[in-house]
């Protein structure tokens, strides 16, 4: 109860009296809340809040938790193919055919331009590619047991 008081008693004189510098500027933190709310990215948010919550009442809390997961991108897919500057349903010769053509680019060995960033983005390529062979592997393994296991039922 006397956390409730204080808090109470604290939250209005912060948010009334509080200041924020930014780049040598002072802004009010009443102004700084305003703005937040008032920005595209806040209300972006707030929208995807309530599409997920719909989701959940229509199609149940395991549809919105996979296209959660799709949208987060867990996996680092969406992130790899877009490093490597392929869509999403390229091939695993196209992956391997902008990988190598990036990987010349960008060696450390032959950037002629700022080394730290030519390292950078090598590391980056090298990472987005292992991590597109690690997706592809696990799913041919995946198909070939789900191949398997189909086999033994038809017996």
């Not at 929208?47 to 809390?61: H, L, S, V």
């Not at 390529?125 to 597109?132: D, F, P, S």
Request: proline share 3%.
């Amino acid at each position: 109860m006397a956390c409730m008081v204080f808090w109470s008693w604290m939250l209005p004189g912060l948010y009334f009296n509080a200041d924020i510098e930014q780049d040598g500027e002072t802004v009010r933190l009443k102004d700084c809340v305003h703005h937040i709310l008032d920005s595209p990215a806040y209300k972006q948010l707030k929208d995807e809040f309530f599409a997920g919550i719909n989701i959940i009442r229509e199609k149940g809390f395991e549809e919105f938790w996979s296209q959660l997961k799709e949208k987060l991108d867990i996996h680092g897919e969406q992130r790899s193919y877009e490093v490597l500057g392929l869509p999403e349903d390229a091939s695993q010769k196209d992956i391997r055919s902008a990988y190598k053509q990036l990987v010349k680019q960008y060696h450390p060995d032959k950037c002629t331009g700022d080394q730290a960033k030519c390292e950078a983005k090598f590391q980056e390529i090298q990472k987005a590619y292992e991590n597109l062979s690690s997706l592809e592997q696990k799913r041919q393994a995946r198909n070939a047991q789900q191949t398997r296991g189909s086999r033994r039922t038809r017996k």
